[in-house]
């Protein structure tokens, strides 16, 4: 979560491309401990076992690409490690680098991660630059992995163009409008808009039920739309000056302190359980919560969730695989990294979640599967996203992006939402964690 959710965009024609990713992230299944083939990579069955390290729903195992490649290599063996949130996967990524053993043959990388990786972890990984044709992915995608003397450390999975899923029977229910394309232009061009739907919606909502997921959903959103995120390209760091944080700060503080909001805490169980539940009718919904939403809401919501266009075109997530040296399988995790992330493979992930792939050739093909559109209500959901990613801005991301979010979002906004306390108190909250991850 792909959270991410989970994870910097371009412009022109190239962020079209780009766009249609699954992260990534994001839909999640049980952590796992995931120590990596560093503890012995066979098996009984003399067989080379390979870890792959990921946060949220990759799409990998549920397209069915470990099947897939152990059929084609008889002699591997595939095992996922999947831990729930980014903000925990990394820093205990991290510590395994550092101590040289216990890490995945292939460790995933968020968007919000990946220059601290490439600025201080970078001898800890393969050249992977080395061993792919760079052509085939985005050229800004290549560059975000690669260091300035070259050394490429991962390879990129999705990328995350945004838009706004919803179930529209709760609007029905509602009295509010449900065609996707007349709700897109209520809102377009502002997410103050879409507040503002919300409102209306909180008059007549269905009974246990919240417009929005969180107002960190709106945050990280709306940030996704904006120039500059929490540092400029020089790596000075400007969150606490920046006009994009605070735009997108003030309208968070809208749902934060209103009463249209499930007030979860994303990635966490409840949130998992509000989409099974039907708890909320809304969530900012980067390509990659595709997967999520399948996974989370379950057979109780086919049919009854939609895509419509975010207010404004934004970018959350988007990953990238590496591999550590301290693999002692390289050379096979390398060739399942490259197979994993070639555009073949990306387009299959896309099939079944959505996610959209970062490798251009790929995007010809792009169909999601059958039972995913059905469950999205028929969206256009190729169209929706790669829309999006035509006017996604280019954003720097910094070397503690992540915790810098992570702060804001988790202890600054859930203040205001979760505890009562006012929008300034929440951002003095932040801002004292901030300094913390700053050393300041």
């Known amino acids: 979560m792909r959270t991410s959710t989970r994870r910097s965009r371009r412009l022109s024609a190239l962020a079209v491309a780009a766009a249609l990713t699954t992260g990534l992230l994001a839909g999640c299944a049980e952590d796992s401990d995931g120590s990596g083939s560093n503890e012995g990579g066979g098996n009984a069955e003399g067989k080379t076992t390979l870890t792959v390290g990921t946060f949220g729903t990759f799409g990998y195992k549920q397209a069915g690409l470990y099947d897939e490649y152990m059929k084609l290599n008889p002699d591997i063996n595939i095992k996922e490690n999947v831990t729930t949130r980014t903000d925990v996967y990394w820093p205990k990524v991290l510590t ?39 052509s085939q992915w985005l050229d800004w995608k290549n560059a975000q992995a690669t ?13 995350g163009p945004m838009a706004i899923c919803y179930r529209k029977d709760l609007f029905e229910k509602a009295g509010l409008e449900t065609d996707r394309t007349k709700l897109a232009e209520q809102w377009k061009g502002d997410w103050s808009k879409y507040v503002d739907l919300g409102k209306e919606y909180m008059k007549k909502a269905p009974s246990g039920t919240k417009f929005v997921d969180s107002a960190s959903s709106v945050y990280n959103a709306a940030l996704g739309g904006e120039p500059e995120r929490y540092y400029e390209t020089d790596g000075t760091v400007i969150w606490d000056k920046s006009q994009s944080v605070k735009k997108a700060w003030d309208v968070a503080m809208e749902v934060a302190t209103s009463d249209m ?57 988007g990953s990238f695989i590496g591999v550590p040296t301290a693999s002692k399988n390289q050379k096979e995790a390398v060739a399942l990294a490259k197979w994993l992330t070639a555009p073949e493979q990306q387009a299959k992930v896309f099939a079944k979640q959505a996610s959209f792939p970062s490798t251009p050739s790929a995007y010809s093909t792009l169909k999601p ?68 991850v700053l050393g300041q």
């Not at 990388?109 to 050249?127: G, L, P, S, Y």
């Open 96 to 134: 395994r680098l550092q101590a040289g053993s216990g890490t995945d043959d292939i460790q995933a990388i968020e968007i919000m991660n990946v220059t601290e990786a490439v600025e201080t972890q970078a001898d800890k990984f393969v050249d992977l630059g080395k061993e792919v044709d760079k």
């Open 261 to 317: 909001s499930a007030k979860l805490k994303q990635f966490d169980k409840p949130w998992d359980q509000g989409y099974a539940n039907g708890t909320f009718a809304t969530v900012a919904c980067p390509a990659w919560m595709i997967g999520y939403i399948l996974e989370k809401s379950g057979d109780s919501g086919k049919g009854k969730w939609d895509v419509a266009a975010a207010p404004t075109a934004a970018n959350w997530g």
């Open 369 to 436: 599967a059958t039972d995913t559109t059905a469950y999205f209500s028929n969206a256009p959901l190729t169209e929706i996203f790669s829309a999006s990613a035509e006017t996604i801005p280019s954003q720097y991301f910094g070397i503690k992006d992540q915790p810098i979010n992570t702060a804001l979002t988790d202890v600054g906004i859930l203040q205001v939402e979760q505890k009562g306390a006012s929008p300034d108190e929440g951002w003095d909250a932040a801002s004292e964690e901030i300094k913390d």
């Open 147 to 159: 260091t300035k003397d070259g050394k490429q450390i991962g390879l990129g999975t999705d990328v």
